[in-house]
């Protein structure tokens, strides 16, 4: 489930990622980068030979500058942390307060991953990830960044806190037509895992979430409700809507969700055929009620006019 991430690419749940994890997408990051260097500097050798010696070495360093230092640079800022090998492992890089990163923030990473990376091997950054307590590497404590896991395991489900009784049914007009599912998404996450947040970014996130939300339905945040009880109401309030339209969608159509009708003509209890007008005390459909003795006596008489004592002569 993808769930940690807002609209605005701000990670709700801050879950540091181990350095397996995280060593396999530099070496996917890494493998893509290299393919694309020797593809690039056999391009660019036939097309400079017929330059000088110094001039190639030129254009190989800022190739290699450009490709090993800049291209992770570039897709960072871009994808807002997320590149080919962080996409395969479900990581992504973000600010230590959960914000996306910008461009200051690829930049710092990615001058000190040429140095604690390549220049090292990966030893400098396994060492200092190791010995981080959240797993960060040189150029994360420099960026002020850190790499977090966005996938979490399946069956997690946390119920979404219910709002305070002096709010339930206040948003009734409130028009949610326009609000998209992401934001919803990013709401909901928010609201179950809001207890395990900072205190600081915790206030924060529902502050900006309410502002998102506010802007989609056109209403102001009403004044002197807090952020947190405001998001609470609203998704409360589209559940309710919700269960309503299910409810009138089952009156229309005449079944109830999780009943089914039983055919006509078939017994209930073995699934055999029925002949027509025939009544069996002994198995009854669930929708049907029992029969008393009265009304079994009164079916099972023959038909015809009553006896009126007269006997016709032989």
Avoid at 51 to 70: P, Q, Y
Avoid at 245 to 256: K, L
Avoid at 271 to 285: F, H, I, K, L, Y
């Amino acid at each position: 489930m993808d769930e940690l991430v807002t609209g605005d690419a701000v990670v709700l749940g801050l879950r540091p990622a181990r350095l397996p994890s995280r060593a396999l997408a530099i070496a996917i990051d890494l493998a893509v980068l290299l393919t694309v260097f020797v593809l690039l500097s056999v391009g660019l050798a036939v097309a400079t030979a017929t330059l000088d010696e110094a001039a190639v070495a030129a254009i190989a360093v800022a190739t290699f500058l450009l490709v090993l230092v800049g291209g992770p640079v570039a897709v960072e800022t871009l994808t807002h942390g997320r590149s080919l090998g962080k996409l395969a492992c479900g990581l992504r890089v973000v600010r230590d307060d959960g914000g996306p990163i910008r461009f200051r923030h690829a930049l710092v990473r990615g001058a000190m991953g040429m140095v604690e990376i390549l220049g090292t091997f990966g030893v400098v950054g396994c060492i200092a990830s190791l010995v981080s307590a959240r797993g960060r590497r040189l150029g994360d404590v420099f960026a002020g960044t850190l790499v977090v896991r966005e996938r979490v395991p399946a069956g997690r489900s946390l119920a979404v806190p219910p709002p305070p009784p002096w709010l339930v049914g206040r948003f009734a007009q409130l028009d949610l037509s326009g609000v998209p599912d992401g934001l919803w998404l990013a709401v909901r996450q928010y609201l179950t895992r809001m207890n395990q947040l900072d205190v600081t970014v915790r206030g924060s996130m529902a502050q900006q979430l309410s502002w998102d939300l506010a802007a989609r339905t056109g209403v102001p945040v009403p004044q002197g409700v807090p952020a947190a009880a405001y998001l609470a109401a609203v998704v409360n309030e589209r559940q309710q809507r919700d269960v309503r339209r299910v409810v009138a969608a089952a009156g229309r159509t005449g079944e109830v969700p999780g009943i089914r009708p039983v055919p006509v003509g078939r017994d209930v209890s073995g699934g055999r055929p029925v002949e027509a007008g025939r009544t069996d005390s002994s198995r009854t459909s669930a929708f049907s009620p029992t029969l008393d003795s009265t009304q079994d006596s009164t079916r099972s008489a023959p038909e015809g006019p009553p006896p009126t004592g007269f006997a016709p002569p032989a």
